[in-house]
């Protein structure tokens, strides 16, 4: 049976359900500069929880101070699990008084950072952003081999955007607090942005039979478990953080133990439900902030065109009213299978007023409004409508939803592309969050209509609606939990459009 990792089971990792859960750490709590509205404060607090930071001031951590490179031999060091025990290192400014030495001497045996032609480590030196690129590259295994190629590196992989207009500013000093965002981003993918999909590969929990293991939310036992995992459960297993994974394990992302992984499905009756111990943790701010974020706690309101006395457009046997609750129904079993909660304006034969609509969206604390429509008139072909200028703030949001949307029924149907249009539509006029209206084609066109009909190319649509919403959170929300959803569907994100 092929393993990751050689560790023998632990008690630290293996736990009963009675698991204490440790307290999330805050940054704000333990550090006077670093209030809750400051840029790092939400990595500055996922590094506190397991006793990465390293700084010289006992209430404070000099966020835009330089990094040396002792801080950061020891910062690295802990992230990926090498030994800080204080030690005679091999350089003479370096000796066992120095709180770092056991990190310098083990990053350095690691090939992570190196000293110098002298015989010196010069510890106190400051680092430069193309040197801590170098570092990350080196710790976390993507070994590039110039400071070029980890700046792209880190830059491809939501690491880092650079300091604009493509340039890393390599020579530009490194600070303190932006070391902490880059090293959280190389340690948790849901931090990062605009990062490029992960690949996966599929592997089993391999615990003893009566045994659980923690699923926590970072790569120690310090931090929480969110779940309970039992022999046999497959999981998605991304990359490496020293001797843990980052992964995928029923529907959340966190870290295990590479000693309870293996390759092989293990033999099992059964395999027991994961039990959930805490919710995940939502990161990256309130619902809606672009960049590192999660889909958790994000609502998607789905409106059903017309109903009730309303019927809208019918034709050729069908009444759109039908179509729009139909389709609109059918995008639920996809929306359950990603962290998204969805709520429709209404799912039997009813007429929500327009007013009703948008304030039930309002009271859901929707995230996204999507209002689904069939057209008429004689035409033929797909169109989406936002609205600018109108009392919705979110114009550009609403135009990147609406583009995304645009693309994938263009996709599931192939229909004649009518494009994505500015228009003063109620529910995209009034609402208070980013808001489209799909005309998926024309009920009173043969063509169009055979589409319409089709439970085959309802259901096809109803997906299309989900992707389209999954490509938004990607390409314009940055939210980095959403790459490893798309396979569920047999799909991958879309290209960039906006």
Known sequence: MKKLGLLSASSLLLLSLSTFQPREADAAAYFTDIPTHHRAYEEITYLSQSNILS????????????????????????AVQLSGTPTNSRFTDVTISNPASGYIESSVARGIIKGYSDGTFKPNKTLNRGEMAVLISRAFGYNSSTTTAAANELITKGISKGIGKGNFGTSQLMKRGDFAIFLTRAINAQYREGAAPLQSSQMYVNVQDNDSLNFRTGPTTDYMAIKKLFKGYPVEVYYKVGDWVYMKADGAYGFVHTAYISSSKPSVSSVKDPVDLAPPPVIGGSPGISGGGSL??????????????????AALGLVEKEITLNVSMRTQKYFDKTPLAVRYTRTTDVYPSLVGRVNFAKQQKGNLFVSVHANAGGGTGTETYYYAAGKNPHEKESKALATYMQKRML?????????????????????????????????????????????????????AIVLGTLDYYYNYEGLTDVAGLYSQFGSSPSPRYH
């Open 55 to 78: 700084n010289d001031h006992s209430n404070k951590f000099g966020p835009d101070e330089a990094m040396t490179r002792a801080h950061a031999a020891s910062m690295i060091g802990e």
């Open 296 to 313: 958790v706690g994000q609502t998607i309101i789905i409106d059903p065109g017309h109903g009730g006395t309303d019927g809208g457009s």
């Open 411 to 463: 996709q599931a149907w192939g229909l004649k592309d009518r494009g994505v249009k500015n228009k003063s539509l109620h529910v995209t006029r009034e609402n208070s969050m980013p808001a489209v209206l799909l005309e998926l084609g024309f009920i009173d066109t043969a063509k169009d209509n055979s589409y319409l009909k089709s439970p085959t190319y309802r259901e096809a649509m109803a997906k």
